[in-house]
């Protein structure tokens, strides 16, 4: 895609990326692919904020070749130093010569430790600004939004906020960079709740920090480094972003996200049936098999909802393992505050139920007690599953109230 301008001589210049199959190393974007945002802003001297992957530093400096020659750079803002946003820096510091790069004092230490840079390099404060001619860049301090050393960049006059990790998603852009363009929004709204689970969720208190720290600066422009950017309503995806974070705490929303496993079917059997005592009381219900689903999608659902409903059989004596695979994850995530209850089969011996209380009961999850059943649920069984989800159920949408 070529260079858009979003203000007067304010330009995204980023880039796609749909070869990396997995977002650091970890999260799966093979279908949704994600943009690399680098913006550039022109003036009496100019300024390029945030880079991409090095696999795509190519395509990087062909966008700012068609407006600018690279040399001619005179300043390299770096939000952030995750490589998906520092990757090019050495091919930048090569391609042009009086480059200085801006970045906290924290980035400065990362700039050694991850690139071995030393030189070049201008501390900018919390507050700091900077005059590039008629324009101004001032630089806002968001430590752990996504990492310390995190900051946003406000450009004063136009008020486009470059908010780096912060109101990014998953999630390639098609054309349609702006969300009064994207014919879509809610696929990348449900991308940037993916992300913010999966990426930024852990920092919450800092995301509702940084939100506080603008309340007072007039944004028109929210341009974050990944996914689309808000120029007709910035207050939507901030808005998103406030609500996410506050979930951090716990509860949700009145709905319930069920996660299942099963070997043989009996369990997934019974899955369906506790799925129908929920559905009957209305409300919402996502269903992921968790030995087939990667636990990226899984987490969105149970950050959002009140209530997480586990179906896993007893394993050799303890929890499904993939199931103790997605209770884990949303351990290291904080997910926090939740009702729960489990139901499952076993063979001869139980020993789930032990596992699975071991790993949320940290979580400050409330239990609602099993329900268990031998080998394949008999139609009682199937009854009993039926009311039990009903149950569950009613239990969330009051607490959710
Ligand atoms: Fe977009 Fe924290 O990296």
Redesign the pocket.
Known sequence: MPAIEIKPDVYWIGVNDRTTDLFEGLWPITREGVSYNTYLVRDDKSAIVDLVKDTKEGELVDHLSDIMDVADLDYLVIN?M?P??SGALKVFLRLAPKLTILGTPKTKQMLESFYGITERVRVVEDGEEISLGRKTLRFVHTPFV??PE?MMTYVVSERVLFA??GF?GYGALRGAIFDDQCVDPAWYEKEALRYYVN?VAKFSGPVLRAIDKLAGVPVDVVAP??GLIWRAHPERIIALYKEWAELAKGGGAPGVALVYGSMYGNTEEMMNAVAEGISKVGLPLEIFDGGRTHSSYILPAMWRYAGVMVGAPTYEGSLFPAMTQVLEMAAHKRILGKKTARFGSYGWSGGAQREYEAIVQPLKWEVMEPFEFVGAPTKEDLRHGFEYGERFARWVAESAK
């Open positions: 952030h995750e998906d946003h996504h990492w995190t780096c990790d990014g990426i480094s990944h």
